[in-house]
């Protein structure tokens, strides 16, 4: 399953619970297909304007290269360059880690495509909800399909991405989101943290990505197939 969001208005608000107030290491990926890219454009984000910046997944940055942002403080950011070019209209899986006084890390389809070192040993939490689709202040949409979007808060290595790459919900080593987008009225969070997605506009998506399975923590009723 997926969902499949227009670019104008749609997006899904996970919230801002504890669990997702991170300001150590992380990891944050989902697949995503899009058509050719729309600038800046947000798969997962808890960034805000320049006045109370987080971390951001984003998407599709000219020419269709992904990034990945930290806050350092309330109005600095630290990114890495933008990574290969996805193709269009095809899915892409999308990971990003930061690791603490070290390096935040951008891998496309498990591998290690853009990295930045000098990181701070801590990000600033953004204090705006999580969204899947947009930054929650109401702009940069996205337009495409997302599916299996996770957040973990721990830095995964490149086995463990390339492990939830194929089998998404199978890693739960720091497990704090889960939103396989099954379709559901509030999409579920299959990560056992029970913040589930409110949808807005996002439809079920008619295309699902590549994947060889999921982990039973992420399926409903438990069963893994």
């Given amino acids: 399953m997926s969902r499949s969001f227009d670019g104008v208005d749609d997006f899904v608000s996970v919230g801002n619970p504890a669990i997702l107030k991170l300001t150590g290491a992380m990891t944050v990926m989902c697949w995503m297909n899009g058509p050719p890219h729309v600038s800046d454009a947000r798969l997962i984000s ?16 000219a020419p269709g290269a992904p990034y990945f942002e930290i806050a350092r403080t309330a109005s600095s950011l630290a990114g890495t360059p933008t ?3 996805v193709s269009n209209n095809t899915w892409t899986h999308i990971a990003a880690t930061f ?3 070290d390096t935040i890390n951008l891998y496309l389809d498990g591998i290690l495509r853009a990295s930045s070192g000098g ?8 204090t705006l909800n999580v969204n899947i689709g ?18 973990y808060n721990v830095a995964l ?3 463990e991405i ?4 194929r089998y998404p919900g199978s890693v739960t080593r720091g497990f704090v989101g889960f939103w396989p987008f099954y379709g559901q009225s509030l999409e579920g969070d299959y990560s056992d943290q029970e913040n589930p997605g409110t949808v807005t506009g996002a439809t079920v998506g008619t295309s699902q990505p590549p994947i ?13 197939y």
Avoid: E, H
């Avoid at 060889?212 to 893994?224: E, F, I, K, L, T």
């Fill in 46 to 61: 808890k960034q805000d304007g320049p006045t109370n910046r987080g971390w951001s997944l984003n998407g599709n940055a």
């Fill in 83 to 85: 990574a290969l070019a």
């Fill in 99 to 101: 690791i603490p006084s």
């Fill in 119 to 126: 990181m701070p040993a801590s990000q600033r939490d953004g």
């Fill in 134 to 151: 947009r930054r929650p202040d109401n702009i940069l949409y996205f337009d495409g399909f997302i599916a299996y979007a996770s957040i």
């Fill in 157 to 159: 290595n490149v086995n």
């Fill in 162 to 165: 390339g492990q939830v790459m």
């Fill in 212 to 224: 060889n399975g999921v982990g039973a923590v992420s399926c409903p009723g438990g069963v893994s």
